[in-house]
């Protein structure tokens, strides 16, 4: 079985500071990780994806993660926040049989971006 | 490429009753994923559909069902309604990996439920 643990449920930073939103996977099989965004009343956003190419992953609106597979974490990061990146951040983890979309997600992580 | 759509956006039902809602994955997408979210219990997964057939179904109580179309179009039910079946429910379309795919999730803008 697969799952997924996000440390921190609220992560508050200055406007220009480092991003980082920890999360932590257990997964029987390689899998495959994902960081989704939500802003209010919508539904989620894909920032980006690990798919077993390249460890560190670049996604959209200058955010990054790299995939550790010694400490099964797949940590975002961003160098600067901006006051548009407030919002709940959710990493998901997909692997387990070929053939099924199972995609499991973490609790969540709620970032405030302070001016 | 039209996102997925998914009606209606906000409704209100009495406990007891019953209410369908309905989702429109992206062109070309076979598997149609619903989820379930709530403040104190995050994102639940009900169900996966692929070509009309159910292949994944999360921990949820029979009053939760649905289905799919040739079209690929979906349909959750949720039958005797309880107020803790308060949630905004969302659904997501993608490439299923055995046809390409990543396993990356499309997700609609969702259907607010209520329930009084």
């Known amino acids: 079985a697969q799952s997924v643990t996000q440390l921190g449920s609220h992560v508050s930073v200055s406007e220009g500071a480092l991003v980082l939103l920890r999360c932590n996977y257990s997964?029987?099989?390689?899998?495959?990780l994902f960081w989704y965004v939500q802003y209010p009343n919508q539904g989620l956003q894909l920032l980006l994806k690990y798919t077993s190419a390249a460890t560190l992953v670049k996604g959209i609106n200058g955010f990054e993660a790299e995939f550790k597979k010694s400490e099964t974490s797949f940590h975002l990061t961003k160098p600067s926040a901006h006051m548009s990146d407030a919002a709940e951040y959710f990493c998901a983890v997909s692997g387990g049989s070929y053939n099924n979309n199972d995609m499991r997600f973490g609790a969540g992580t709620r970032l405030t971006v302070k001016p | 490429k039209a996102g997925v759509t998914q009606t209606p956006r906000y409704l209100i039902k009495t406990r007891g009753q019953q209410v369908t809602l309905s989702c429109s994955p992206i062109s070309g997408h076979r598997s149609v994923s619903w989820y379930q979210q709530t403040p104190g219990q995050g994102l639940q997964f009900l169900f996966e559909?692929?070509?009309?057939?159910?292949?994944n179904k999360g921990n949820f109580p029979g009053r939760f069902s649905g289905r799919q179309f040739s079209n690929s179009r979906s349909e959750m039910n949720v039958s005797t309604l309880e107020l803790g079946d308060s949630a905004l429910y969302l659904c997501?379309?993608?490439?299923?990996?055995?046809?390409?795919?990543?396993?990356?999730?499309?997700f609609g803008e969702g259907s607010r439920l209520t329930v009084l």
């Open positions: 997501a379309s993608s490439l299923a990996r055995s046809t390409g795919g990543t396993g990356e999730l499309f």
């Open positions: 997964s029987s099989v390689p899998p495959y």
């Open positions: 559909y692929f070509s009309e057939t159910q292949r």
